[in-house]
């Protein structure tokens, strides 16, 4: 195995409780990535994701079946014009 192919170090994670029993963790990691994960609650999709001056904005909303979130990240996907 290579050292592209590790893990990245884990430096710290922190758990941030929202509404409805939900928890969103943060972990950090040494090569300066960033995980988030939503515990309890709806299989999520992503609805925004763009880059702004000093970082990036990720959105992310329940993905219910029938749920608007998951069309309307497949249109605005579709719009860009990029397969």
């Known amino acids: 195995m290579t050292a592209a192919d590790e893990r990245p170090t884990e ?3 922190r758990d941030i ?3 409805g029993g939900r928890t969103l963790r943060v972990t950090e990691f040494a090569n ?3 995980r988030l994960a939503v515990h309890a609650g709806s299989p999520y999709v992503v609805t925004v994701l763009e880059q702004i001056d000093d970082g ?3 959105k992310l909303s329940p ?3 029938g749920s608007n979130a998951h069309r309307n ?3 605005d996907h579709s ?3 990029s397969s």
């Open 79 to 81: 719009e860009g014009g």
């Open 32 to 34: 300066g990535s960033v």
């Open 11 to 13: 430096i710290d994670k």
């Open 17 to 19: 409780p929202l509404s």
């Open 73 to 75: 990240w497949v249109r």
């Open 63 to 65: 993905g219910r079946e």
């Open 56 to 58: 990036v904005v990720l």
